[in-house]
């Protein structure tokens, strides 16, 4: 019981709000914009890229943190987290990839083709960097890595239907794909202002 | 003539940035002040050189399939030399690059000029490559902290501007002008070339690290519109 009454509910709810609407990873952080901008065309896809990056990004706190701090932080070795971080990310890519194909064949086709993508996301390195960096515990390093995942694929989500709404627009030759895109996500970007208040006075 | 063709190339034709349009997350976040964008750009570039140096050496000795992770091993080494290097000499700029100066390890650029240019060249045309390709991301981060700083926080390297510091538009400087300005560049540069300019599609995805992945995504896209 003792353990149960020092959990720290309201900490952790305020986390995982500023960390979706917030502190939006895609468009207050600036990671993953390449799979924002590369992924959004269409909703399924959106969805099960996210999915995936929700899976992986928890994945891969669960284990870089522990490391951090059982092995790299006892031995003097915390310059290496760069590198320990990017490779433990890779080879756990790889590895949830192979289990996903022999033993849930449905889920592996459904996320499959997303998975290789992810290695490369910065949201994911920087998710488990900015854990360390903001030294959260352990529960509070797997929220944020939750409510990160959340607020991407609610970015891509509501980008996806602001996309499916530009193609039928008459775009000045210039601004056609790419650069239109661009002004779209800013605007986008604008509406996530509106939540700049509400975590502050979420518990007040 | 053809050396010194290796590093204008990275400046406009082929700027990884506008052009090639890799490397985006860095451009939009650091881009806010004209003095961060120096530093990521030369932080980049040391990065980028070491890694294509490195890269093009051992070519022949890297196995093809496993060197994805070879090069993201080999690249997040000079991160973390680059990394220790500006905690010990401008520990002011570590402060403001914070996390995107170790996410240089995942910057598309790198892992794309290893990729498109690097694992097929020698050792001196890698290296000038990769001057030639962090010229252009300095190039174009400066250009785009120039905008952003000087109109939407009124100053230039911190020097205040008389008029505009009065009448600063301070949306630019928050994220929604990060993507704003850089989508003006992008079409400024698509009208300016006339779509001479490579386009994305031709050139970029055959150097993008998970252009094998992508391909699948987008060839399963054209399975589903047909059906």
Known sequence: MEGLLHFDFK?????????????????????????????????????????????????????????????LNPNGLGYMQTIVFILVIAALVQLVEIVLKKYIPSLYSALGVYLPLITTNCAVLGVTILNINESYDFAAAMVNSFGSGLGFFLAMVLFSGVRSRMEGGDTPESFKGLPITLVAASIVSISFFGFAGVIENLFS | MKKLKLITKGLITENPVLVLVLGT???????????????????????????????????????????????????????????????????????????????????????????????????????????GMGLGFTLTLFVMATIREVLGSGTWFGMEIPVLID???????????????????????????KGKAIKKSDFGCTGCPSAAACGKLNAECGKGSEA
């Open chain 2, 167 to 193: 009448n600063n538009i301070s949306i630019l400087t928050m994220a929604p002008g990060g993507f704003f300005v850089f989508g003006c560049l992008i079409a400024l540069v698509n009208k300016i070339s």
């Open chain 1, 11 to 71: 900490g952790l709810v305020i986390i995982l709000m500023s960390a979706v609407f917030v502190n939006n990873y895609v468009l207050q952080r600036f990671l993953g914009i390449c799979p924002f901008l590369g992924v959004s065309k269409k909703l399924d896809q959106a969805t099960g890229m996210s999915i995936a990056v929700i899976f992986v990004m928890m994945l891969s706190t669960a284990v870089t943190w522990p490391i951090q701090y059982y092995l």
């Open chain 2, 25 to 131: 997350c860095p451009t939009l976040a650091i881009s806010t002040q004209t003095s961060n964008a120096i530093g990521m750009g030369l932080a980049a570039t040391a990065v980028l050189l070491g890694s294509n140096i490195a890269i093009s050496a051992l070519r022949n000795v890297i196995p093809d399939k496993v060197r994805i992770p070879c090069y993201i091993v080999l690249i997040a080494g000079f991160v973390t030399v680059v990394q220790m290097l500006v905690q010990a000499f401008a520990p002011a700029l570590n402060e403001q690059l914070g996390i995107y100066l170790p996410l240089i390890v995942v910057n598309c650029i790198i892992l794309g000029r290893a990729e498109m240019f690097a694992n097929k060249n020698t050792v001196l045309d890698s290296a000038l490559d990769g001057i």
